[in-house]
């Protein structure tokens, strides 16, 4: 029996683990989408404590606290953060066979050298060492990072957004490229604060917005101020992309409804997305970014704990909506007229996987190896066998060897052994064929692969 998490973790045969020893575990960090705040970065903020640095944001955890019994008040409410670590440490022997166990431990491993199982009998004692760690300068934002041998990050912003604390990032010289994503995502969607929004956008872009094509222009200005700032990204969180199209003038009358206040039906909101997006695209590849979307989610389902707690606090769920349509007739319009850029799909319903993994062949276009590529699993798929089943998709369906490969899609500082795991899952399907005789046991091609997969594609891919 193999000891848990030793150092051939996830590595069923000896290919596998020379596969990850010799050649994963050397790579950098390319986090190339992710929640971090850049003002964390610039100020390299320290935690005050693990309770902090693990609860503080995370909605994986909240909702496996949920699910375990414990009150609000010991996951988003006013209890102290020593007794919040306390319940997740009630929490977490209770996660076994769900990725929340092996991130827990992986991270203690990681970063505090810690072997110990966290559980209540060990609670107090690795919150007391990790605060310990957490409040020195070894431990600050920047630090964490470098440890962790990032080379890249990129973040996820408005378009309203200053971009400052990027600037006082570079000017700093910090090691680590810091640079924005662009996630317009508000701007076309009829939120009740859709009307502030659009008023906040007039003031930092400068335009009157007064109908569907100068909301473009004032987009439009704000992409070339992010572009100006470093940006080479698009985000793009919708939960499909829609099968919708309308006049100039059916948008004028879409967008002057909004304004008003009243409501706007689905359909009307669809083809305002769709529009919307075809233009953020056109953008893209005037520019030379890459572009992502995100898709496949149900959004704060829990309309009372939503009203209580706020959004992004773990009420989702994978949604069930078609995407092939609307992903058609999106990506078409834009390849049509040669205006379709680099683009990243993530879907969370793994149903889609095979959709997705045939969706980019579609328009492949010999201009750049894998310039369309089907996302790392994302969400509630980026676990062990959510990423087995996307590479397996891939694999089937297109060529992993040109994958772009993880990414943390986190909000902590403390969440990068997520690369480690993602490779160690990547090295031991590659392994355990090589084993089985049906991949060549050529380690020098294996080898470059996985580094490739690893850091090497998503630097050449993004070219930041």
């Known amino acids: 029996m193999k000891k848990f998490m030793d150092e051939n973790f996830l590595l069923q045969t000896k290919t596998a683990a020379k596969l990850y020893h010799d050649h994963a575990a050397k790579m950098p960090i390319y986090d190339y989408h992710c929640h971090l705040s850049p003002k964390e970065i610039a100020e390299d903020k320290r935690q005050d404590n693990l309770g902090e640095a693990w609860l503080g944001g995370d909605h994986y955890k909240w909702r496996a606290m949920r699910t375990n019994g414990v009150t609000e008040e010991f996951v988003t409410g006013g209890a102290s953060w020593r007794e919040k670590f306390q319940k997740w440490a009630e929490t977490v022997p209770q996660t076994i066979r769900n990725p929340l166990y092996h991130w827990t431990h992986l991270e203690l491993q ?11 009998a060990t609670a107090d004692k690795i919150f007391d060492a990790c605060t310990a760690k957490l409040r020195t300068p070894e431990f600050s934002a920047r630090n964490l990072m470098l440890k962790m041998n990032v080379k890249l990050v990129c973040t996820t912003d408005d378009p309203i957004d200053s971009l400052e604390y990027h600037k006082q990032i570079k000017a700093s010289g910090f090691a680590v490229k810091v640079l924005p994503t662009f996630r317009p995502d508000k701007a ?3 939120s009740k604060d859709w009307k502030n929004y659009i008023q906040t956008l007039e003031k930092v872009s400068g335009v009157v917005i007064k109908d569907f094509a100068s909301l473009l222009e004032a987009i439009d ?3 070339e101020y992010f572009h100006s700032v470093g940006c080479r990204l698009s985000d793009h969180g919708v939960a ?4 919708a199209e309308a006049s100039s003038a059916e948008l004028d009358a879409i967008f002057a409804k909004a304004m008003k206040g009243e409501v706007v039906s689905p359909k009307e909101s669809d083809a305002f997305q769709a529009s919307f997006l075809v233009a953020v695209g056109q953008m893209n590849h005037a520019r030379g970014w890459a572009q992502q979307f995100h898709v496949c989610i149900f959004r704060n389902n829990n309309s009372r704990l939503f009203k209580a707690v706020g959004a992004d606090t773990g009420f989702d769920s994978i949604a069930d909506h078609r995407q092939g349509p609307g992903l058609v007739k999106l990506l078409d319009r834009l390849d049509s007229s040669n205006q379709l850029a680099k683009t990243i799909l993530y879907n969370a319903n793994p149903c889609d996987n095979e959709m997705m993994a045939t969706m980019i062949g579609n328009y492949q276009d010999g201009s750049f190896p894998g310039k369309m590529q089907f996302g790392s699993g994302w969400w509630f798929l980026d676990q062990k066998d ?13 060529l992993l060897s040109r994958f772009v490969g993880m990414l943390t899609d986190s909000r902590s500082f403390l969440s990068y052994p997520r690369h480690e795991y993602f490779r160690r899952i990547l090295c031991n399907l590659i392994g355990n064929e090589v084993e089985n005789g049906e991949i060549p046991s050529d380690m020098e091609l294996l080898g470059e692969m996985v580094e490739n997969i690893s850091f090497n594609n998503a630097q050449n891919y993004f070219r930041i």
């Open 240 to 243: 499909y992309v829609p099968d």
């Open 221 to 223: 200005l704000r992409h």
């Open 386 to 398: 959510g990423m087995q089943k996307q590479m397996n998709a891939l694999s089937s369906l297109g």
């Open 188 to 190: 076309a969607a009829f």
């Open 110 to 120: 990681r970063y505090f050298g810690i072997d110990t199982l966290l559980s209540p």
